[in-house]
């Protein structure tokens, strides 16, 4: 409320001014000179009332801003006669801070759109019945029906048997994803089928919506170190200011100089120009699926020298994944696989989702298994269409692998062999591991052009399985068998050479996460303790995204530090032309509007995407 009300004020006080610049250059032009300057004092003194309320009420929250030295310009021209020059003032002074409106305005948008979007109201299945609810009232377990065109309120599992969403808004990924019964779904995401059932999993508050909505809310109010570094280096404006002024009028003995000087150093909207760079580059990011919690984060990110990565499920797929089957003739890749999805659907554990996903992703036809024995750690046994089938380690097929010769240890390091029988019979031999992701070795080249120096991995995997890893991805370095405490001392010995980011997707990875100067979670998979504890998170999964937020984050800052730079430059130099004699009252207070003006839309390049790789 309060933000609304003051940039009402701003709009009025700019109404006033406009009024009286205008207004005086009617008189002026009708050759009523004395009229003419009582309107240009008229339109200025309201805005230096309210300044004067503003710079007092920063003053009381420990904050000093160059609004001083806009202050002391108007005043100072008013008092020597130079009303002109003061209404140009306080025109480009409100003006300017309409401009600065509509630059962060803008720039917030993206992210905005996020938040506004967010479900109210959930549609609930009881009895038959559908009864639309406060999206906060749907509970753990309700039946909620999403219509056609309509946000999904809620996590949770479809029961339906087919849906079409876009995810767009949640991954920045513009193609919809078809999914079938029992497939997770996301809250935020549209449905852009036909109507579907889902049972909820968490509640609202909870979700991975919900999550994003809190992360992009923190994104919008955090400040930037960088911006506030900008507020400190424009504090000096004011006593140099001062002493070129006092300078300029103790060798000339002309006043008027004096007051030319603190007219061209009037450059309040660019010292927005950092904050609008940072929250535009927070916005871009958005728009990839990369939220990051703030300007703080972002200016970090910019600074990194060096990047930790988790292994599994970072730099690899993460899981159990179905590396080959080599089948045994006479049975086939299909036949033998489509008999162990169907048992394995009785089954818990990991090696058992990855085969009935495959045989999934095949199309392959399964059937219900039945009297099915599971022996933990070795494997299950049961009939499928009255055929015996055993899937699972050598241990407890037995005399079905005289046909396989091959020991164990010729596998691969990092892989598993399971084994599947039918009717007694070896019908094929599975291989799991951990795949490297496909975009691994473009995401790593991506970081290494944007300046990154290391590339390390940390992990609790045997250094056997990880250090061939490291080599094959030109690692600079493998730490391996870690604990979850060994990541974080790894984290603090790394960052005492150089800023540090921590990429990683798992809860043993959070305390890494909360300790690195920038920690970036994976939370495709919704919301964790890493998600929590990173400072970024990437909603897609897709780790080339990291390399992009590092672009995003350094093209940001450069062009905040461009703005900054370039900007202050043009107003020293304005302001020793003044001192010098060479630039009027007036000519100094839209010379540095101008330069304001460009710096603040200079700033607004970084909503631009920046030149990254999908």
Not at 28 to 51: D, Q, Y
Not at 216 to 225: C, F, G, L, N, Y
Not at 353 to 368: C, E, G, H, Y
């Amino acid at each position: 409320m309060r933000m609304i009300s003051e940039r009402n004020l701003r709009r009025s006080f700019f109404m006033i001014a406009a009024l009286g610049f205008v207004g005086g250059l009617g008189f002026w032009s009708m050759g009523a000179p004395v009229i003419a300057g009582r309107i240009w004092a008229a339109g200025t003194w309201p805005v230096i009332a309210a300044m004067v309320v503003f710079i007092a009420r920063d003053i009381l929250s420990g904050r000093l801003g160059v609004d001083a030295v806009a202050l002391v310009s108007m005043a100072g021209a008013l008092l020597v006669g130079q009303n002109l020059a003061g209404a140009v003032v306080a025109l480009m002074y409100t003006g300017g801070n309409l401009l600065e409106d509509f630059a962060v305005s803008r720039a917030r948008r993206d992210l905005r759109s996020l938040v506004d979007r967010a479900p109210r109201i959930a549609h609930r299945i009881t009895d038959g019945q559908i009864a639309d609810i406060p999206v906060d009232s749907a509970a753990i377990g309700d039946i909620i029906l999403v219509r056609a065109g309509e946000i999904i309120p809620v996590d949770g599992l479809l029961t339906s048997d087919f849906a079409l969403i876009d995810e767009a808004a949640l991954t920045g990924e513009p193609l919809p994803v078809s999914l079938k019964t029992g497939a997770p779904m996301r809250s935020g995401a549209l449905n852009v089928g036909e109507a579907f059932q889902m049972r909820s999993t968490s509640k609202a508050g909870e979700s991975t919506y919900a999550g994003i909505v809190q992360m992009v809310t923190a994104a919008q109010t955090a400040k930037a170190p960088f911006t506030r570094m900008a507020d400190r280096f424009a504090l000096l404006l004011l006593p140099v200011t001062t002493l070129l002024a006092a300078a300029a009028w103790y060798y000339s003995g002309d006043k008027v100089r004096a007051i030319a000087v603190f007219v061209a150093a009037t450059p309040c909207p660019l010292i927005l120009a950092a904050p609008v760079a940072f929250i535009a580059g927070v916005a871009q990011a958005a728009k990839r699926g990369i939220v990051i919690k703030g300007g703080a984060q972002l200016e970090a990110m910019a600074r990194t020298k060096t990047v930790l990565f988790d292994k599994t499920g970072t730099l690899t797929v993460g899981g159990a994944q179905l590396l080959s089957i080599q089948p045994v003739p006479p049975f086939t890749q299909d036949e033998a696989l489509r008999l162990a999805a169907s048992l394995e659907q009785a089954s818990p554990n990991v090696v058992a989702r990855a085969i009935v996903s495959t045989a999934v992703t095949r199309q392959l036809p399964l059937s219900m298994p039945s009297e099915v024995k599971e022996f933990p750690g070795s494997g299950i046994e049961g009939k499928v269409e009255s055929r015996q089938i055993g899937v699972g380690s050598r241990q407890i097929l037995g005399g079905a692998l005289a046909g396989d010769d091959m020991p164990d240890s010729f596998d691969p390091v990092g892989t598993l062999r399971i084994y599947v029988a039918i009717d007694g019979q070896l019908a094929a031999t599975l291989l799991f591991g951990d795949e490297i992701r496909v975009e691994t070795p473009d995401a790593l080249r991506m970081l290494r052009s944007a300046g990154v120096s290391r590339i390390i991995m940390l992990t609790g995997d045997r250094a056997a399985i990880a250090e061939p890893l490291g080599q094959s991805l030109g690692l600079d370095a493998v730490f391996a068998d870690l604990a979850p405490v060994g990541k974080v001392e790894r984290v603090k010995e790394e960052q005492s050479r150089d800023p540090v980011l921590m990429v990683g997707d798992g809860l043993n990875d959070a305390p890494a996460l909360a300790m690195a100067g920038v920690g970036m979670a994976m939370g495709a998979q919704g919301a964790s303790a890493s998600t929590e504890a990173a400072g970024v998170v990437i909603l897609v999964d897709n780790i080339i995204r990291v390399g992009e937020a590092v672009v995003i984050a350094q093209r940001a800052r450069g062009i905040a530090m461009q703005s900054i730079v370039i900007g202050m430059s043009l107003s020293f130099a304005a302001m020793i032309a003044a001192a010098l004699g060479y630039l009027p009252p007036v000519s100094g207070a839209l010379s540095q509007e101008a330069i304001d003006v460009a710096v603040i839309l200079n700033a607004l390049r970084a909503l631009l995407p920046a030149a990254t790789k999908d």
